[in-house]
Structures are given as C-alpha cells and as structure tokens.
C-alpha cells in the first residue's frame, strides 16, 4: 500500500494528495482514498480503483480542509472489498481520528479478539481496522500518547499517517520495515511512503522517518516523538527489488541505483555467453542495464510493454494473471530473431510469467535464453505486507533449480545470491528484512493453529 499525508493550512490540501496518491499508484491498484480535516469536520471519499477511475474534480472540489491523508491499497491481509478501502474515519474519545496503513500486524488475530472482549466492533476484515479500535480502546489519552500505547501492543509492520482535526502524523514501526518520508512544501509538511510522491508534488525531501518514531504536524510545526526502535533496522529489500518506484530514495539508498547494482553484482556472479541482454520491463529494467554495463552484452528493448496496463491486470486469480502477461507484453522480433538472449527479471515468484515470457521470446526466433533473476529464490511468504503468496504458490519452494529451469523452459536459469543482494545494498545487511528469501522473520510471524490457519 502506499500511504500519503499534508499539513497545508491555505492550501488545496485534497488536490495536493491526489498528485500524491497518483504518484504512490504503484503500491496499490485496488482502492484508492482521502480524508480532509477542516479543522472541525472530515470528509471523506474511498472507493475500488485507480486514483484516477476514484476522485474528479467535482469529488476533490468537495474535499476541503487544510489538512488531508490518502491510501492507495494493494490487498494483504483483509480482501479485495470495498469496506477494507481506506482511509479509515472514525470518533474516539478526543474527537475524530482518518488513519491510512502500509504494512501487517502478525497478531491482529490475537488483538481482534481482546478488543472484541471488551466491546470492539469490527467492519473489515484488516489489520487497519484493529489499530483503530486499539487508539479507540486508549481514548483516554491525547493522540500521540495514545498511539503510543498502540505501539507497545502491535507486532509486525506499519507505515502510518493519522489525521486529527488538527493535527497530522506519521508513524513508523520499530524495525522501520515499511518506507515512509517527510518533505516540505512551503510552508507545509508532507509525509509520504516514497519520495516520489514529494518530487511529484514539488515538495522537498527533508528526511525519512525512523524506525519507532512518531512525528507530529500542527499549528507549532514539526515534532518527533522517538519512542523504542529494533535494535537493527528490518527494511524490506522487496522495496528496492520491485516494489518502489526507481526514482524514489528509501533510507538514504536510490531505488534505481540499488537495481542496477543489483544487475550488476548479477552479472559477477553469474557469466553466461549470450548476443544480447533483454529486460522484463519495466519491473526487471535497471537490474537488465547494470547486468549489461558490468558484463559488455549490449542492452536492447526486446519486449514491448502496453503502457495502459500497469499492473492492474496482475489480479488475484490465476486465471486473470495469465492472461494480464499477454496483455502486457509483446516482443520485438526484429530485435530478437536468431539471438542469444539474456533475459532479466526482478524475481521469480510463482513462475507464471516466466514461462509465458520464455514461450513468447521462442515464438519471436531467439536461439536461446538465458534468465538472469536480480533476487534470490523466494523461499518463504511474506508477513509484512507484500503479496508474495503462501509456500505451495511459491515455485522456488517447491522445485530445485533444474525443474525450474524445465518448467519455464529456458536454455538456462541463475538467481542471484543473498550475499551479494545485500552486498548491492548500500545499507548493512543486518538492517534489512529478507525474511522471504531465508525465513528469518525480525518482526515475528503470525500463530497458526494445527490446521494451519492464522489464530
Ligand atoms: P511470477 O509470474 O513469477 O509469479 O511473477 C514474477 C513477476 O511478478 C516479476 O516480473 C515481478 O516483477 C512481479 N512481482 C514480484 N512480486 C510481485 C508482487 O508482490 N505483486 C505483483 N503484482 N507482482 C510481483
Ligand atoms: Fe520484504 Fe520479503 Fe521481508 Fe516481506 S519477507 S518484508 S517482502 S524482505
Ligand atoms: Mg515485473
């Protein structure tokens, strides 16, 4: 998901978080929201869709306040209706509390149920939904303190933005897993998952939030509140790999940069003799250049991609991803006709599109190809908020290298190492989560009871 916040007193609050949602479209494609405070009332729009399919002029014209958070989500935890859309509103003792979460708590199920004990209702079925009731069930308190407390009880990840009817904050789990930033537009402060969403907007980067930090916005500036951090940083590697946006800075590191390093490292590690390198655009691009430039095999555009697609084709069931890859790409023969092709992907994650692209690179006259993945196997699931699928979906669970080799039918396959995806980064590699590449979990894993279902 992709989360977005602006403390803009004169300022066209609402349009401003739709240029920054807009910009965020990559980390969710399945709704889109905002909430705008007056400074007494909220307003609200959410629905399924595209930002652009969810808000026009005449809903963002309605939206007026001079504070305002938006959420574009991509579905974890909870699914893919319209009642899991946020931001979430709601009353709680001091007044009115818009929340919008990036991430996923791994004891949701164990808080749901105390907060239902003691009286909690519960709409959706996400882990968002539960935070709220968690700042409701410490109402007593002001809102920073009452996060606070939240913070003690919630295990897992999160990316925050919180709107009261005065005030805006940004809030960042312990491990600091998910991204989140601060800018400045003027006057203003902005908080967003990427840095991307600043650029957008014309506003400065002033710095990220850190791991276990509150920072508050209102009529006396900017604040922090440091409240426990890990005593290592658990940033996803999954943000430079694929998810965030190339021209996004997370944590001091470039998200192209790290890409092409991570072509790069690829290329040392793994030499394969081959014509020409090709990408799976435009997920697998940077990672294809840096493989090209450490290696001396030119670079070329082999595959065309169908620009209005996005990724909004990769939906839930099989059936439509398959489908979402013909639609998306198509190659260019001329390009690739008798060559030896490199083929470079970001990952490999249940293997689907791999194929479909290896079958279409044969249909096109290629000679051979060579897939070059710029991630480790994916071994394990995801906790932390990214679809990576359960263990029986994920390919490289489930086969050696040969078989998959087989199954998506290239001349060749070769993963990158974990060492040298750590070694591409430009953090230490005790600050980052790879739990899905090595089952390590910094921020623990949810209970599963015999039958393994989440408890
Ligand atoms: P596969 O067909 O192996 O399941 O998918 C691999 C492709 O999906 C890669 O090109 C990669 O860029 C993309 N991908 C990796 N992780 C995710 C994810 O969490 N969600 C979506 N929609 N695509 C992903
Ligand atoms: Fe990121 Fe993988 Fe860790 Fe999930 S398990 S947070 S995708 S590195
Ligand atoms: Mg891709």
Redesign the pocket.
Known sequence: CGVFGIYGPGMNVAELTYFGIYALQHRGQESAGIAVSDGKNFSLHKNMGLVAEVFNEDILAKLRGHIAIGHVRYSTTGSSLPVNAQPLAFRYLQGMVALAHNGNLVNANQLRQTLASTGSVFQSTTDSEIIVNLIAHYGQNPIEEAIMKCMIDMKGTYSLVVMTENKLLGVRDPYG?RPLCIGQLDDAYVIASESCALDTIGARFLRDVNPGEIVIVDENGLRSIQTMAAPHQAL???EFIYLARPDSCIDGQNVNAARRALGRQLAREKKVDADIVISVPDSGTAAAMGYAEASGIPFQEGLMKNRYVGRTFIQPTQELRDLGVRLKLNPIRQVLEGKRVILVDDSIVRGTTSKKIVEMLRKAGVKEVHMMVSSAPILYP?Y???D?SARSELIAAQHDLEEITRYIGADSLHYLSLEGMLEAMEKPAEDF????FSGNYPAGIPRFDDRGKYI
Not at 433 to 436: D, G, H, K, L, S
């Open positions: 897993n996803c590697i999954f995801c932390y908020g990214i990576t989560c790879v739990a899905c």
